[in-house]
T-cell receptor, first 110, second 112 residues
C-alpha cells in the first residue's frame, strides 16, 4: 500500500520554464511533507519542507504547495535550470517515520 | 563539515555471511534512519532511531538489525544476508521530525 505516490516517473522541461512535480498521499495523519533531490551516485539532498498546517512554503526558486483537502502537494521550480536535472522524491512524515514516494526524474534541456 | 558517513560504499558478499554497514554523523542529531532504494519502489525505511537506545521498525525491517549505543553511530546489521537484500542503502540523520534528513552517500550491496 503506497501511502505517498508520484505518478509521473519522468518530466522534461525547457530551461527557464517552470517545472511542476506532483505528489499524492493517502494518510491524513502526515504532519510534515518534504522534497528531496537526488543525483546519481549520491545520497538524496533535502530541498524544502512544509508543515501540514500551512499551504505554501517558498525558498528561492523552489515553492511547495499543499492542498490538504485533495491530499496533494506539488513542487514548483522557477526558473528551471539544467543543474536541476535529477530525481525528485517527495516524502511525508508521521510519528517519526518518513515515507518516500517512488521519485520523478526531471530533465531540464537548453 | 557536517555529514553522514557510511561504510563501505560498495560490498559484494555471499548468502549467509554476516555483515555490518556502519553509519556515523557529526551533527549531534537525535534522529537516525536506514533506507533501501530499489528500482520502482523509491526509498523504503528499514529502521529508525529517535535517540540512544531507542529504535523502531520501519516498513521493511525483516532480515535487518540495528543498534544505537551512541548518539553518533547507527550500524545496520545483516545477520544472514540473502539475494533479495541486494540494494542501495542509505543512512540518514535529522535534528527532529519535520526537519530534512541529511543522507549519507550510500552503500551498494550485492548478495550472491
Amino acid at each position: 500500500d503506497q501511502q505517498v505516490k508520484q505518478n509521473s516517473p519522468s518530466l522534461s522541461v525547457q530551461e527557464g520554464r517552470i517545472s511542476i512535480l506532483n505528489c499524492d498521499y493517502t494518510n491524513s495523519m502526515f504532519d510534515y511533507f518534504l522534497w528531496y533531490k537526488k543525483y546519481p551516485a549520491e545520497g538524496p539532498t533535502f530541498l524544502i519542507s512544509i508543515s501540514s498546517i500551512k499551504d505554501k512554503n517558498e525558498d528561492g526558486r523552489f515553492t511547495v504547495f499543499l492542498n490538504k483537502s485533495a491530499k496533494h502537494l506539488s513542487l514548483h521550480i522557477v526558473p528551471s535550470q539544467p543543474g536541476d536535472s535529477a530525481v525528485y522524491f517527495c516524502a511525508a512524515s508521521v510519528t517519526d517515520k518518513l515515507i518516500f514516494g517512488t521519485g520523478t526524474r526531471l530533465q531540464v534541456f537548453p | 563539515e557536517a555529514q553522514v558517513t557510511q561504510n563501505p560504499r560498495y560490498l559484494i558478499t555471499v548468502t549467509g555471511k554476516k555483515l555490518t554497514v556502519t553509519c556515523s554523523q557529526n551533527m549531534n542529531h537525535e534522529y537516525m534512519s536506514w533506507y533501501r532504494q530499489d528500482p520502482g519502489l523509491g526509498l523504503r525505511q528499514i529502521y529508525y532511531s529517535m535517540n540512544v537506545e531507542v529504535t523502531d521498525k520501519g516498513d521493511v525491517p525483516e532480515g535487518y538489525k540495528v543498534s544505537r549505543k551512541e548518539k553518533r553511530n547507527f550500524p545496520l546489521i545483516l545477520e544472514s544476508p540473502s539475494p533479495n537484500q541486494t540494494s542501495l542503502y542509505f543512512c540518514a540523520s535529522s535534528f527532529s521530525e519535520g526537519h530534512g534528513y541529511t543522507f549519507g552517500s550510500g552503500t551498494r550491496l550485492t548478495v550472491v
